[in-house]
């Protein structure tokens, strides 16, 4: 019985601490701003490349973004992946969750489907969460987000997973092919594997996929494709906070903390 | 563009979908009924509370006290615990149905996990995790406040050609309405079709407790990255002074303490008289969820921590250091009380 096919959807994304709001036109910039793979991508990652040392098989890293984003995609191969594709056309650009949810299904069955779609539960940047449950709905797949835990009984086609609640968790099963969204910092990513490192660099098979090679509709792709609209883009209003710095000791620092919130506590 | 499954001319009225969990009604539900019930007099159009489960009906009455016009009850088992499959399907069979002109969600898991699935089965726009919602005077369409990633910036979405407008909320932006057990409403009782190919995802067991509600809490001690895992003196200091304890989600995400004392974008967003914060750098994502807090205090040994900028008492030291010392002074303040 061959091993398990899982596509791992991966984007990169600014490093959060370097964005700022550029003063004059009010809008993000993103200039100096370094890029990582998005942290929840990366424990989606290490989550297919687990299953893929318990039962086999080969884990297809899937992306749509800019032209930059390929060296990311050679770190996932060089992490132990086996094939990468980047969806990557200005047509894609100004996507929201609908839009992107849509290209990347589409990707996924241009792959030519698989056992497993495992995503991050959402990403740094637009922080909606809201595409491993539209990627589910293009495909028509059944979904489980959130998921901290993951159990495969690949005989049966069975997954197992933990997945969180508001005040709880729940342990729920569903038969493969399905989608998962994973939780941030579930398991810890592995370093690149230094002996594939070259081939990841150089011969790895990093296919590059424009909406035309796949036939795409445009209406549904990037800003065409998107319902919503960002209507402004602004600098939050900051509260009119005191900011009094306390100094000395630590005993000095609560003593003169302790004379300035007394009234608001209450002893119990 | 993608077709719209309804126009806009044929759509109304304002929508909740009420969420529950153990027999009541989830509080970001009764949230969202209250300040749906503003919109929707702004708007002069119906409230509806959406309600689906297995006996769901006794939950009605308080959506209803609480602000709805009516109450769209879907009943039947593979609605109950909540699956993704059965409440998609009912939920967008009604929506079409329907036509509502908005449609509001709690911006919790099982919320989240409805309303990205839901959206794109009605191939429309979805507005996640918003900080306010408004409506434009001059177009009426819903105006969703959402707070970006880095430092201080703060976006509106706006869905102007798809209908619903769907957008989820974190517990805890609105207040809850005051119960006003006179109002009338409808109770309008739904058929529901759905047999066992309709759901695909199983629930084995569950684990839910009556967690800890910090969106009213009085008093936070809250801790981050700082204080690398240990929340004893923090549980000290809350128990002392009559706080909750609460969380960054790096905190949360690292198993220290529950998801229900999560604070900022993807938790709650609380409105304490005092919030104590522990080792939290500060990152936009957290402070909304502490912005509204009255007197805010910051203890970080990091000087450059951003927290700072959004603190009314700032003490750059060690976490453990500094609380020990408070935690002894009001014991013995405590202890001479008593003696």
């Known amino acids: 019985m061959p091993g398990l096919h899982t596509i791992v959807c991966l984007k990169v994304v600014p490093k959060s601490e370097e964005v700022s709001v550029d003063p004059e036109t009010r809008t993000l910039d993103r200039g100096n701003a370094r890029s990582e793979i998005n942290g929840q991508d990366m424990n989606a990652l290490e989550a297919a490349l687990d299953l893929k040392d318990t039962y086999g098989g080969r884990i297809t890293i899937l992306s749509m973004g800019p032209p930059f984003f390929e060296p990311f995609l050679r770190l996932g191969l060089a992490m132990g992946a086996d094939a990468a594709y980047l969806m990557s056309d200005r047509a894609f650009g100004g996507a929201d969750t609908l839009a992107t949810s849509y290209t990347l299904a589409a990707g996924i069955k241009a792959i030519g489907g698989c056992d497993l779609v495992l995503c991050g539960e959402e990403s740094s940047d637009g922080a909606t969460a809201q595409v491993p449950p539209g990627i589910a709905e293009w495909l028509d797949l059944p979904q489980i987000t959130y998921v901290s835990r993951v159990q495969v009984m690949k005989k049966a086609r069975l997954l197992r997973a933990r997945r969180q609640l508001q005040s709880g968790y729940e342990m729920v099963e569903t038969l493969l092919p399905c989608v998962l969204s994973v939780k941030l910092g579930i398991n810890e990513p592995r370093f690149l594997d230094f002996q594939r490192w070259e081939w990841a660099m150089e011969e790895a098979p990093v296919t590059v996929w424009t909406a035309a090679d796949l036939g795409l509709d445009e209406g549904y792709l990037g800003l065409p494709g998107s319902p919503t609209a960002v209507s402004s883009v602004g600098a939050a209003p900051s509260a009119q906070r005191r900011g009094e710095f306390l100094s000395g000791t630590p005993q000095e620092e609560a003593q003169q903390l302790l004379e300035r919130i007394r009234p608001l506590v209450r002893l119990s | ?298 203890i970080n040994s990091d000087r450059e921590a951003p927290i700072f900028e959004t603190a009314d008492y700032c003490i750059v030291d060690d976490v453990f250091q500094v609380l020990a010392p408070l935690i002894d002074a009001l014991e013995r303040e405590k202890a001479g009380k008593k003696g």
């Not at chain 2, 105006?143 to 407008?165: D, K, M, S, Y």
């Open chain 2, 1 to 298: 563009m993608i077709e719209p499954r309804y126009g806009l001319q044929e759509a109304r009225g304002i929508w909740v979908h009420l969420e529950h969990e153990d027999g009541a009604l989830e509080g970001v539900s009764l949230e969202l009924l209250g300040r749906a019930r503003t919109l929707a007099d702004q708007r002069r159009e119906p409230l509806t509370g959406v309600l689906l489960g297995g006996d769901v009906q006794p939950l009605a009455a308080e959506a209803i006290a609480c602000g709805a016009d009516t109450v769209i009850l879907a009943e039947h088992p593979l609605l109950e615990p909540y699956t993704t499959d059965p409440q998609t399907k009912v939920m967008a069979g009604l929506v079409l149905e329907h036509k509502p002109d908005m449609l509001l969600l709690g911006a919790t898991p099982n919320g989240r996990d409805l309303a990205g699935r839901l959206a794109v089965r009605l191939r429309t726009g979805l507005t996640a995790d918003c900080t306010d919602l408004t409506i434009d005077e001059k177009s009426g369409l819903l105006v969703g406040e959402v707070t970006g990633f880095g430092q201080g910036i703060l976006a509106t979405i706006e869905c102007p050609r798809h209908r619903p407008q769907m957008a989820t909320v974190r517990p805890g932006v609105f207040t809850r309405p005051q119960p006003d057990p006179s109002r009338q409403g409808d109770v309008r009782l739904v058929p529901v079709e759905l047999s066992e190919a309709d759901q695909r995802v199983r629930v084995l067991r569950r684990s839910t407790s009556k967690g800890v509600d910090i969106t009213q809490a009085e008093r936070l001690v809250v801790g981050g990255r700082g204080v690398q895992g240990d929340f004893a003196l923090l549980k000290k200091l809350a128990r002392l002074m009559g706080a909750d304890v609460g969380a960054s989600r790096v905190a949360v995400d690292q198993g220290w303490v529950g998801h229900d004392r999560m604070i900022g974008q993807t938790g709650s967003i609380t409105r304490p008289k005092l919030a104590i914060v522990c080792g939290v750098s500060g990152a936009t994502q957290f402070t909304v969820g502490i912005q509204d807090a009255e007197t805010v205090v910051a």
